[in-house]
């Protein structure tokens, strides 16, 4: 358990110098806003669908702990033609498309497998203090890389840039090679669950009036679309629309880390009071909301501006850093409740089918939202902008229609879920 949390902190560097950055990468690369904000699902979407394959290949290989050591090798390596982009100041769109995803590819199947594997270590009771305690060591290792990025980056301004990212993302490429390495010494008492099966998602459908893994399934997905109608477009809004250099995205990245870091210190009691189910249902009411607020940027920052100080020097900064951190609450929340409810309530001879079949889906209906905002923010573009800008109303839209579709989650979350047994 101790090297699954070492493990997890180099995966966090990984992510601190390269997973966080990729926006920024693609604006660097003058691809565009517009690709900057797809980079964020499609991709994804993209390597979803190839980890379908997951559980073919975990029954192929007769272990989940290979699959996952494999997978994690190539989400390493995968860095490396993004450094060599960086070095050379170029790439077609296609070709960075298809490297993220199958960066993506490596870490959704690394992840999948990991979630099984892992239960077979963390017995059921011990679960909610010690996926918190490792979450919060992830998000504060990831916070001091983004930090450490984004002071790198500040070092290599104007046409120099790619020089600064072709260095964060070799580090990142290195942390992902030491935890694959640090995987490979990790025990795994169960390499295969007795009765081993693929569930379909025919089944899972099938299975929506009477199995409450099956409910709880579908609402992640019905979040995944509603959040990512704007979630993917707040990097183009930060430093396009606001014009912040892209040195700040480390300080608004790292806001959400501190919210995240925060409330997983009591976290783990928390649910052991409540019960992961009302802790997820709270902050499913939170995360419905919580992109709202930035719809009041404008005014907050007038009222911001007449602060001394920092405060004043930087008003739409520190708002949309506040803003991050309160999100940031609820997405840790979120994230580890959800996870806890889908270990609990899926049989283990299944449970990578179901974890397949939930994140891949997932990232289907996160590609699928950021697609309707994309459409949402397209005929708001700033006229003869080359590459492709959008207009600071554009993105009010965005965040408007996205807190509406989210809003509608709430529909879900107060039945199926609030109908899910306690735990």
Not at 42 to 69: I, Y
């Amino acid at each position: 358990m101790r090297r699954s949390v070492t493990d997890g902190c180099a995966w966090a560097v990984m992510m601190g110098f390269g997973d966080q950055f990729l926006p920024a990468f693609v604006l660097a690369l003058h691809l565009g806003e517009r690709w900057a904000g797809l980079i964020a699902t499609l991709p994804g979407f993209l390597g979803a669908l190839l980890t379908l394959l997951t559980p073919w290949g975990v029954e192929k290989f007769g272990s989940h702990k290979r699959w996952t050591v494999l997978a994690a090798w190539l989400q390493a390596l995968m860095f490396v033609p993004l450094v060599v982009a960086a070095l050379v100041g170029s790439m077609p769109v296609w070709a960075a498309f298809a490297v993220v995803g199958l960066y993506q590819f490596g870490g959704l199947s690394a992840g999948v497998g990991w979630s099984t594997w892992i239960a077979t270590i963390v017995p059921g009771d011990r679960r909610p203090a010690f996926f918190s305690f490792r979450n919060r060591m992830i998000w504060i290792f990831q916070l001091i890389a983004i930090f450490t990025a984004g002071w790198v980056l500040e070092q290599f301004p104007g046409e120099r840039a790619l020089i600064g990212f072709a260095l964060v993302l070799s580090v990142a490429c290195v942390a992902r090679g030491v935890s694959a390495v640090l995987l490979g010494r990790i025990s795994e008492p169960v390499p295969l669950p007795h009765g081993h099966r693929t569930v379909g998602f025919v089944e899972v459908a099938s299975r929506l009036g009477h199995g409450p893994e099956a409910r709880l399934i579908v609402y992640l997905f019905l979040v995944a679309f509603a959040t990512n109608i704007s979630l993917g477009f707040l990097p183009p809004f930060v430093l396009g629309a606001l014009g912040e250099p892209k040195q700040n995205w480390a300080l608004v990245m790292g806001a959400m880390m501190v919210g995240r870091i925060a409330i997983l210190f009591p976290l783990g009691g928390i649910i052991g009071r409540f019960g992961a189910r009302g802790v997820m249902m709270a902050a499913g009411v939170g995360i419905a909301l919580v992109h709202g607020l930035f719809l009041l940027t404008s005014q907050a920052s007038e009222v911001l501006s007449h602060v001394p100080g920092v405060v004043g020097a930087h008003p739409r900064l520190v708002y949309v850093m506040g803003v991050q951190l309160i999100a940031g609450v609820l997405y840790a929340a979120f994230d580890l409740t959800s996870w806890l409810l889908l270990l609990r309530h899926t049989r283990e001879s299944e449970r990578t089918s179901m974890i397949t079949l939930t994140w891949s889906c997932f990232w289907v209906f996160s590609f699928l939202g950021t697609l309707a905002g994309s459409g949402v923010i397209s005929g708001f573009r700033v006229a003869g902008s080359e590459p492709t800008q959008f207009t600071y109303q554009g993105y009010m839209w965005v965040f408007a229609v996205g807190t509406g579709v989210r809003v509608l989650t709430l529909l879900p979350l107060l039945t199926w879920v609030r109908g899910l047994p306690r735990d």
